[in-house]
């Protein structure tokens, strides 16, 4: 069974910097497309950042602005998004996603529950 669990959500003030972490179980990072995704409550859930293996491309959102950025460690089977400048427009539930391409959701086979970043001007 795979499993991604998120860490590193929690409270920052804007202007400050988070952390998100993902492990796997039962995937192994290096493999697939890894990205991490957002969504705010009663909106969709959209892209954030991801990483095609395959194309060898990072893909940011536009409000990313060079503000986030993904990266993995393939020894730990985990993968990172360090996100700084955070507004409270950043303010949601981020999930880890891993698959067979990105950005579009539908080549993601695999979700984390989610870790839940919240911005306070």
């Known amino acids: 069974e795979v499993q991604l669990v998120e860490s590193g959500g929690g409270l920052v003030q804007a202007g400050g910097s988070l952390k998100l972490s993902c492990a796997a179980s039962g995937l192994t990072f290096a493999r697939y497309a890894i990205g991490w995704f957002r969504q705010v409550p009663g909106k969709e859930r959209e892209g954030v950042s991801c990483f095609d293996r395959d194309a060898g491309t990072t893909y940011n959102a536009d409000f990313v602005k060079g503000r986030f950025t993904i990266s993995s460690d393939n020894a730990e089977n985990k993968v990172y998004l360090q996100m700084n400048s955070l507004t409270p427009e950043d303010t949601a539930v981020y999930y880890c996603?891993?698959?067979?391409?990105?950005?579009?959701?539908?080549?993601?086979?695999?979700w984390g529950k989610g870790t839940l970043v919240t911005v306070t001007s």
């Open positions: 996603a891993a698959g067979r391409y990105c950005p579009t959701e539908y080549g993601i086979d695999y």
